[in-house]
């Protein structure tokens, strides 16, 4: 039980297709995060939620659309997608922010697995 | 620029020690940090340091911190086949400073 949860872990989807992946964190934290790790690449930060405002949209293609309804849950809407956007999707959080004398420790979840056909 | 530089793949044998090194580019950040993924799994934070520290001892685990060169290292004492995973090295980005800047990962394996 890592505290964060990803659902669904394996996703094959259509670029035509619209599909949601969700992440639930029972930890009480305030910060939450989605992560794109392909193979071969450093993890890239796509977005960032901090008390369920976004404070980051680190460039993202539209197709990639996040929601935050609550500080509990944190979804990532995904249509039109591409075969490039195949990867792993790590969901994470953390009590707040890292950066000044906080240390940000991140708690990820297993991750969503997605080909895009 | 933002760049976390790792060597991608390390082989040691069960019982030795295993270094794992990286390089990062920005002398500002307070926390440099060091994360574990097993397979299957998501990354777990597995020591950290501050910027004002040379090294830190936890355990198995030694970090290094070369402030100068900005060299990052992890040596595990005694190595053993369950630390086979992929070692991230990540800093904090002094721009966005809740933006984590991580390595590409070191993939650790441990040979009986």
């Known amino acids: 039980e890592t505290g964060v949860t990803q659902t669904p872990r394996h996703l094959v989807m259509g670029m035509t297709n619209k599909k949601s992946l969700k992440c639930e964190q029972h930890l009480g934290h305030n910060a939450m995060y989605w992560y794109k790790q392909s193979a071969k690449k450093p993890l890239e930060l796509m977005f960032v939620?901090?008390?369920?405002?976004?404070?980051e949209n680190n460039s993202v293609p539209s197709r990639f659309s996040p929601e935050c309804p609550n500080s509990s849950h944190l979804f990532l809407h995904l249509h039109t997608l591409q075969p490039e956007d195949s990867a792993l999707y790590l969901c994470a959080s953390s009590q707040d922010l890292p950066g000044g004398t906080n240390l940000g420790e991140l708690f990820f979840g297993e991750g969503s697995r997605l080909t895009v056909l | 620029g933002e760049d976390v530089e790792q060597s991608l793949f390390l082989s040691v044998r069960e019982g030795d020690s295993s270094v794992i090194n990286c390089t990062y580019t920005?002398?500002?950040?307070?926390?440099l940090y060091w994360y574990k993924q097993e397979p299957g799994a998501g990354l777990q934070l597995l020591t950290y340091i501050f910027s004002n520290m040379d090294m830190k001892q936890d355990q198995r685990l030694t970090v290094l911190l070369n402030k100068k060169d900005k060299h990052l290292s992890l040596r595990i004492a005694d190595t053993q086949t369950g630390d086979s995973a992929i070692y991230f090295c990540?800093?904090?980005?002094?721009?966005?400073?809740?933006?984590?800047?991580f390595g590409s990962g070191t993939r650790l394996l441990v040979r009986p």
């Open positions: 920005d002398s500002s950040s307070t926390y």
């Open positions: 939620y901090s008390l369920e405002e976004r404070v």
């Open positions: 990540a800093e904090i980005n002094m721009d966005s400073s809740y933006k984590l800047i």
